[in-house]
C-alpha cells in the first residue's frame, strides 16, 4: 500500500511536522496496549488481528452449522456491527452478486427495518429454501437492545421458527438478550466489551459472516498486521495513520472541514460507507466534527469535480485507487464507431481509467486543491485488511488532535430514548 500527499500552499511541511510530533506520546500509548495482548482499553482493538483464538472461536461456533448446502448468510445488525463485514463481502462480491447469479452463499445485510426490504427478504426465503440448513444467521448487538437489531431478528424468527437453531448470536454478555438466547440454546458468543462496534473489524462480529460465506480470513487479517506491525517498528510518531490524521488535521484547521473519499474501484462504495461510520461516529462531538462523504470514479467525476474544482474551497480528498484491477477487457484496434472519442483504440480498461485518474489529479493539482493518495496493487482481502487498519488507527489519532473521545458516542442515545418513548405510547 502506498500513501502519498500533494500539499496545497495552505499547510506547511512543518506545520504537519509539528503535528506529527505531539502525538508521539498517544504512540506509545498504543505500543504499551499492543505490549499487554490483551482487551483492557478501548486501544487494543489493535490486538484483535494478532489473537489466532478468534478464528479458532468461529470455526468451532459455525462448523455444525454450514456446509455445502448453505445459500443465504442473513446478517443483522446496524451501525458498526454492519458496516466492516458489508464493505468486506460488497468490494469482492456483494457488488457483483446480480451479475453472478449462481454463486452462493450470498449475504444478505438487515440493517435497516423499512417493510420494502423486509418483505423481500421473507419473499427470497420462501421461495428458494427448502431446508433451514440452506440459511445462517448472524445477529450482533453489542448492547442486546438495538431497537433495528431486534425487530429484525424477532421478525425472522416470528416468520420462520425453524431457523432459530440456525442462529449465531454475537451479543453482550450482560444483556438480557444474552441470557435469552443461551435459555433457548442458541450459539452465544460474548463481545469483547471494550471493543466499540466501528473498531471491531477484526473481531468475531465482523469475521463470522465472512468466515461462513468462504473468504479466506486470514488474509484479512494479515493485512491488518503488517500496518500495526510496521507502525510500531518506525521511530514513534512518523507512520503512515499519524501521519495521515495530522494531514487531516492541519487541513481541518484551515476549514476544511469535509473530507472526500474519492474510490476509483466502484465496488468499494460500501468500504466508503465504513470509513463514514468510523470517522463520524468517533470525531463528532463536542460541536467538532468533519463530514465524511464517498465519491465513485468515474461516474461521480462530472458533479464531484466541477463541485470541488468551481465551489467552495472546504475539502480535502483522499483517493484510493487498484491500480492493477481488472486488466482484461480491452476494445480492439478497429472500432465499430470510430472518431467519437480518441485514443481508446486497443486501450485495456485499466488504461482508460489510469488516464481518466491521472486526470483528475492533475485538475487538482491545477486547481491547488489538495489530497491524498491510497494505491494497492488490487482489490484483495489482504489490501481491504491494510486499509481498514490503517484508517481506524487515523482516526484515533485525529481524535486525539481534536481532543474528543474516539470511542464513546454519548449523542447516539437521544434517537434511541425517543424511539423507545414513542413506541410506548402507541
Not at 496496549?33 to 490483551?38: C, L, Q, V, W
Not at 487494543?44 to 470455526?59: C, Q, T, V
Not at 420462520?160 to 454478555?173: D, L, T, W
Not at 500496518?227 to 501521519?243: A, D, Y
Request: include cysteine.
Amino acid at each position: 500500500m502506498e500513501f502519498r500527499y500533494k500539499n496545497s500552499s495552505q499547510v506547511s511541511p512543518q506545520e504537519i511536522k509539528t503535528t506529527v510530533n505531539s502525538l508521539s506520546s498517544y504512540t506509545k500509548e498504543l505500543c504499551d496496549a499492543r505490549d499487554k495482548n490483551n482487551y483492557s482499553s478501548c486501544e487494543s482493538f489493535i490486538n484483535l488481528p494478532f489473537d489466532a483464538g478468534i478464528k479458532n472461536l468461529i470455526k468451532q461456533s459455525v462448523k455444525k452449522k454450514i456446509d455445502k448446502n448453505l445459500k443465504y448468510i442473513v446478517h443483522i445488525g446496524t451501525g458498526g456491527a454492519n458496516t466492516a463485514t458489508k464493505a468486506v463481502y460488497d468490494a469482492l462480491y456483494g457488488f457483483f452478486d446480480v451479475l453472478d447469479p449462481t454463486r452462493f452463499s450470498k449475504v444478505i445485510f438487515l440493517d435497516n427495518s423499512d417493510s420494502g426490504t423486509l418483505n423481500k427478504v421473507i419473499n427470497l426465503l420462501n421461495n428458494q429454501i427448502k431446508t433451514p440448513r440452506e440459511v445462517l444467521i448472524h445477529v450482533v448487538s453489542k448492547s442486546g437492545v438495538t431497537a433495528e437489531t431486534v425487530y429484525n431478528f424477532e421478525l425472522m424468527l416470528s416468520t420462520f421458527p425453524e431457523f432459530e437453531q440456525r442462529v449465531i448470536a454475537v451479543v453482550g454478555s450482560g444483556s438480557r438478550f444474552y441470557e435469552l438466547l443461551k435459555e433457548k440454546n442458541v450459539t452465544t458468543i460474548p463481545v469483547l466489551e471494550k471493543i466499540e462496534d466501528r473498531y471491531s473489524a477484526f473481531s468475531v462480529r465482523s469475521l463470522l459472516t465472512l468466515f461462513a460465506c468462504g473468504l479466506d480470513i486470514d488474509l484479512f487479517i494479515k493485512g491488518a498486521k503488517s500496518i500495526v506491525e510496521k507502525c510500531l517498528q518506525e521511530s514513534l510518531g512518523w507512520h503512515l495513520p499519524v501521519v495521515s490524521a495530522s494531514i487531516i488535521f492541519n487541513h481541518y484547521k484551515r476549514d476544511k472541514r469535509i473530507l472526500d473519499n474519492f474510490f476509483f474501484n466502484p465496488e468499494l462504495e460500501s468500504l466508503g460507507k465504513w470509513y463514514r461510520q468510523v470517522l463520524a461516529e468517533s470525531v463528532g462531538k463536542d460541536g467538532k466534527g468533519i463530514t465524511p462523504t464517498v465519491s465513485i470514479g468515474t461516474k461521480d467525476l462530472h458533479s464531484v469535480a466541477q463541485l470541488t474544482f468551481d465551489g467552495p474551497k472546504d475539502k480535502l480528498t483522499h483517493f484510493f485507487w487498484a491500480k492493477n484491477q481488472y486488466n482484461k477487457a480491452t476494445l480492439p484496434d478497429k472500432l465499430s464507431y470510430e472518431g467519437l472519442v480518441s485514443n481508446i483504440e486497443g486501450k485495456s480498461t485499466r488504461d482508460f481509467v489510469s488516464a481518466m485518474y491521472g486526470g483528475v489529479k492533475s485538475g487538482y493539482a491545477v486547481n491547488n486543491l489538495p489530497f491524498c493518495e491510497i494505491l494497492v496493487d488490487d482489490v484483495s482481502l489482504y489490501s481491504l485488511g491494510q486499509y481498514m487498519q490503517f484508517k481506524m488507527l487515523e482516526v484515533v489519532f485525529l481524535a486525539k488532535l481534536m481532543r474528543v473521545n474516539a470511542f464513546n458516542q454519548p449523542a447516539v442515545e437521544d434517537y434511541k430514548s425517543a424511539t423507545r418513548k414513542i413506541l410506548a405510547s402507541h
